[in-house]
T-cell receptor
C-alpha cells in the first residue's frame, strides 16, 4: 500500500534556483494539500486542492505555485528558492466524503536552500 | 480563521503512567472536527484520533482517548499506560468545513523508563 508518495525526499538548492516537489496518492482521494513544517511552528498550509481542477491558497502561499495535474497528482513548485523556504514539506490527501477529513501524509521532503 | 493552542512545549511521563496533552481551539463554525497526530523522530505523521463537534461521546482508540469539552473549547489527548514508543511530537488540529486542517505547534512527549 503506497498511500501518499513524495519525491524527492531530500534536496539542496542554491538561492534563486527552481524546483518541483512531486506528490501522488493512490487512494482515490479528492482533496490534496501541501504543508510546510518549521521548528516550533507546527505544520502550516501552503496550498490545497479540494478537488481535481481546483487549487486554493492556504496560510503561507507566497513563493510557491501548485498544479493539480489529475486526481492522483499534486505538485508544488518553487520558482526562485529563498533561504526562508528551507523546511520540511509534507503532501497529504483526504477523502472528504468520509466525513472525518482525516489527512493521510507522505513521508516528507526535506529542502535546504543555501 | 481557526486557531489551535498547545500550551505544553514538552512533557515527561513515567512509563506505564497516563498523560494528558492539552489542546484548546478557537472556531466560530458550529460544525468542526478535531484531530490528534503523532510524529516520531523518524518524521512521519501518524493519525491517532478524531472527534466531531456533534459527537456525543468522547472518542477512544485503544490507549488514546480524547477529552472533549465543547463549552471550554478544549480537546485534550489522554494516553493511558505510556510506552517508550510513545515518545514523539504530538499535534492537535482543527478542521471546520474548509477542507483545511489548522495545526497547533505541538507538544514533545518523553516517556521515562
Amino acid at each position: 500500500n503506497a498511500g501518499v508518495t513524495q519525491t524527492p525526499k531530500f534536496q539542496v538548492l542554491k538561492t534563486g534556483q527552481s524546483m518541483t516537489l512531486q506528490c501522488a496518492q493512490d487512494m482515490n482521494h479528492n482533496s490534496m494539500y501541501w504543508y510546510r513544517q518549521d521548528p516550533g511552528m507546527g505544520l502550516r498550509l501552503i496550498y490545497y486542492s479540494a478537488s481535481e481542477g481546483t487549487t486554493d491558497k492556504g496560510e503561507v502561499p507566497n513563493g510557491y505555485n501548485v498544479s493539480r495535474l489529475n486526481k492522483r497528482e499534486f505538485s508544488l513548485r518553487l520558482e526562485s528558492a529563498a533561504p526562508s523556504q528551507t523546511s520540511v514539506y509534507f503532501c497529504a490527501s483526504s477523502d472528504q466524503d468520509r466525513g472525518s477529513g482525516e489527512l493521510f501524509f507522505g513521508e516528507g521532503s526535506r529542502l535546504t536552500v543555501l | 480563521a481557526q486557531k489551535i493552542t498547545q500550551t505544553q512545549p514538552g512533557m515527561f511521563v513515567q512509563e506505564k503512567e497516563a498523560v494528558t496533552l492539552d489542546c484548546t481551539y478557537d472556531t466560530s463554525d458550529p460544525s468542526y472536527g478535531l484531530f490528534w497526530y503523532k510524529q516520531p523522530s523518524s518524521g512521519e505523521m501518524i493519525f491517532l484520533i478524531y472527534q466531531g463537534s456533534y459527537d456525543q461521546q468522547n472518542a477512544t482508540e485503544g490507549r488514546y482517548s480524547l477529552n472533549f469539552q465543547k463549552a471550554r473549547k478544549s480537546a485534550n489527548l489522554v494516553i493511558s499506560a505510556s510506552q517508550l514508543g510513545d515518545s514523539a511530537m504530538y499535534f492537535c488540529a482543527n478542521e471546520a468545513g474548509s477542507y483545511q486542517l489548522t495545526f497547533g505547534k505541538g507538544t514533545k512527549l518523553s516517556v521515562i523508563p
